[in-house]
C-alpha cells in the first residue's frame, strides 16, 4: 500500500504571500515553492509556548531578533524532541532538547539570515579577529580553526569578509559550516487567518473527502460512533462524524487523564467509560509500562472498551489516527476491524492529514481545542505516558508537579529496588524495557555501560534485575543538572476563552 501521495513529503510555500500552502496552488496565481520535509514529514504550527520558547533561546543567544507570526515544526527523530523550525519559507534552525542536561537549546541554520542577520547582537564569530586563521590558509568553507578566547560549545554566526554563515564550536575550535552572500530580505508578515483563508478551498476539499468517507462506511455495522481522546484529531473527527450524521461518541477514562482533558470531554455530550483496571496494583509487580511494553493500554484502555463494545453491539468507530503520528501508523488504512474485538470496524477518514492541516482545520471551523496544546503538549495522553518525549515531561513538571512528584517516587523506588542508577529516572530511561540505539549510545558516551542479550558491555555480576530490564550501571556521578518541578499549583481554568482561540492573530 502506498503511504501517502509524493505532496505529503513536502511543503508548499507561496513566497508573495509568505504562507505555506495545503495543497500545491495559491490562491495569488504566483508558483509556490517546494520544500522538502524531515522523515516522518510530520508539521505542525508553533503554538503559543512553542513560539514563547524559540524566541526566548534566539533573544538569549543572538538578541533581540523579530520573528515571523507563521512558525512551524517538522518533527524529526533525535534522542528526544528534535524540530526542524521553518520560517517565511526556510529553515530557520533546530528546536533540540538534550535529555541528560535536561534543556532545549536552538541550532541556527544558515537559511535564515538573510532575514535576521541585520537585527543579531551577539553570538558571532570575526574569523580575522576572533581565531587564529591567516590568509595563507585560503578557503575557510569545512576548515576548524582554533579561537582566540573561550566560547561556550554550540552553533555560531560566522562573519567572514562579505560573508556570513554558521559554524560549530567545540573545545576551543569552530567548523565552519557554510557561508553564504547575505542579501537582507523584508517579506509580509501575515498571521495564521491569513493562512487559513488562502487555504480555505483546500481545507473544504479535505471536509468533503472525510465526511464522504464516513458515510461511505457508516452503514456497514447496525451502529456507529466518534472514538474521543480529548485530544486535536479527535476533535476534528467528532464534528466530521456529526457532520456526516453521527451522534454518539465515547471516551475512555484511564484514571491518568489531565484535569484539563477531563474538563474539556465532560464539555461534550458523550458516553465516559470508567472501567479500566489498577494500573498501580499492576506497577508493583510488573514496574512501569514502557514503549516497548505498553501492558497500561490494554489494563486501561482495551479492557474497557470490550466491555463497552458488548453493551452496544456491534458497530462503526470514527477515529482520529494518522499516518504522520507515528512510524506504526504509516500503513494506516481507510478502515480495518479492531484486531481485539471483531464487533467493532474502525474508520480513520483523517489518517491523511499532518497536524498542519488539523490545526488550521479547528481554527477554520472555530472548533475548541484542548489548552494543553498552548501549554506546550504535542500530543494529549496519559500525564506519565512512556510514549511522551521527555521534554514534554518537563512541561507536566511545571503544569502538574503534584502528578511527577508522585511517578518520580515511584520510579525511583523501583530503580533502587533492581539496582539501576538514577539516570533511569532522570533520563527518561524507564520509558523502555530494551534501550534503543540512541539511548545505549547516550549512556556509554556519560560513563554508563548497558548490557543487553548479545551486547559486549561487562555487567556486574552482583547488579540484579528482572528478566527484559534495563541492566545499568553507574561508572561515574551524574549530571545533576535536572529542572526542578515547578512547587505552585497549576490553578488556570483549563476551558478555552476566546482570548486563547486567538492568540494565533497576534502571537508575538
Known amino acids: 500500500m502506498k503511504r501517502e501521495p509524493s505532496a505529503k513529503n513536502n511543503l508548499n510555500w507561496c513566497k508573495n504571500c509568505n504562507i505555506p500552502l495545503i495543497g500545491k496552488t495559491c490562491s495569488c496565481g504566483s508558483e509556490p515553492k517546494n520544500i522538502p520535509l524531515l522523515r516522518p514529514y510530520e508539521i505542525r504550527p508553533a503554538l503559543s509556548a512553542d513560539y514563547k520558547l524559540i524566541k526566548t533561546l534566539i533573544e538569549d543567544k543572538f538578541g533581540e531578533i523579530p520573528l515571523s507570526q507563521v512558525i512551524l515544526l517538522n518533527k524529526t527523530g533525535g534522542a528526544d524532541r528534535n524540530d526542524l523550525i521553518i520560517m517565511n519559507g526556510e529553515r530557520l ?31 558571532i564569530i570575526d574569523i580575522y579577529t576572533d581565531t587564529n586563521y591567516s590568509k595563507e590558509q585560503g578557503r575557510i568553507g569545512g576548515k576548524k580553526l582554533k579561537l582566540n578566547s573561550p566560547v561556550e560549545n554550540g552553533t555560531y554566526i560566522v562573519k567572514y569578509k ?65 472514538s474521543f481522546s480529548g485530544g486535536k484529531d479527535s ?18 477514562d484511564t484514571g491518568l487523564e489531565f484535569p484539563e482533558t477531563i474538563e474539556f470531554v465532560e464539555s461534550k455530550d458523550l458516553d465516559i467509560i470508567r472501567k479500566g483496571g489498577d494500573f498501580w496494583k499492576k506497577t508493583e509487580t510488573d514496574g512501569p509500562p514502557s514503549k ?16 463497552y463494545l458488548s453493551e452496544i453491539g456491534p458497530c462503526v468507530t470514527v477515529q482520529g489516527n494518522r499516518w504522520y503520528e507515528s512510524w506504526n501508523r504509516a500503513d494506516l488504512e481507510e478502515t480495518i476491524e479492531n484486531p481485539g474485538n ?30 494543553l496544546y498552548e501549554k506546550g503538549l504535542e500530543r494529549i495522553g496519559c500525564y506519565l505516558c512512556p510514549a511522551m518525549l521527555e521534554s514534554e515531561y518537563e512541561v507536566v513538571r511545571n503544569l502538574h508537579p503534584e502528578f511527577t512528584e508522585s511517578w518520580d517516587k515511584f520510579l525511583t523506588l523501583w530503580a533502587e ?58 561508572t561515574h556521578e551524574p549530571s545533576r543538572n535536572l529542572m526542578p518541578a515547578g512547587k505552585k499549583k497549576n490553578t488556570e481554568k483549563s476551558s478555552v476563552s476566546k482570548k486563547e482561540k486567538t492568540k494565533r492573530k497576534n502571537i508575538r
Not at 98 to 122: N, Y
Not at 174 to 202: A, F, G, R, S, T
Not at 351 to 367: G, K, N
Open 417 to 474: 529496588k533492581n539496582g539501576f542508577p538514577d539516570e533511569y529516572v532522570k533520563w527518561g530511561l524507564w520509558r523502555w524495557k530494551s534501550l534503543p540505539p540512541k539511548m545505549k549510545e547516550i549512556c556509554r558516551d556519560n560513563g554508563i555501560p548497558i548490557n543487553y542479550g548479545n551486547s559486549t558491555d561487562t555487567e556486574p555480576s552482583d547488579n540484579r534485575v528482572k528478566a527484559g530490564e534495563p541492566k545499568l550501571r553507574r
Open 342 to 371: 471483531p464487533l467493532q470496524l474502525n474508520i480513520s477518514p483523517i489518517r491523511s492529514w499532518r497536524a498542519f492541516e488539523v490545526f488550521l482545520y479547528i481554527w477554520w471551523q472555530d472548533l475548541e481545542v484542548n489548552p
Open 93 to 123: 534552525g533546530w528546536l533540540i532538547f538534550d535529555p541528560v542536561k535536561r534543556e532545549h537549546r536552538f541550532d541556527i541554520a544558515v537559511e535564515a539570515l538573510p532575514f535576521i542577520f541585520s537585527h543579531i547582537t551577539k553570538g
Open 235 to 252: 476533535t476534528v473527527v467528532l464534528h466530521l462524524g456529526q457532520k456526516a450524521g453521527i451522534k454518539k461518541a465515547f471516551f475512555i
Open 292 to 307: 516497548d511494553s505498553r501492558w497500561c493500554c490494554k489494563l486501561l484502555k482495551l479492557i474497557p472498551l470490550n466491555g
Open 162 to 226: 562579505a560573508k556570513a554563515g554558521t559554524g560549530i564550536v567545540k573545545d576551543g575550535s569552530i567548523k565552519i559550516k557554510e557561508l553564504i552572500q547575505i542579501l537582507p530580505q523584508e517579506v509580509p508578515d501575515p498571521d495564521w487567518d491569513e493562512v487559513i483563508q488562502k487555504n480555505k478551498y483546500h481545507l473544504k476539499n479535505l471536509e468533503r473527502s472525510a465526511v464522504r468517507s464516513i458515510k461511505q462506511h457508516i452503514n456497514d455495522r447496525p451502529t456507529a460512533n466518534v
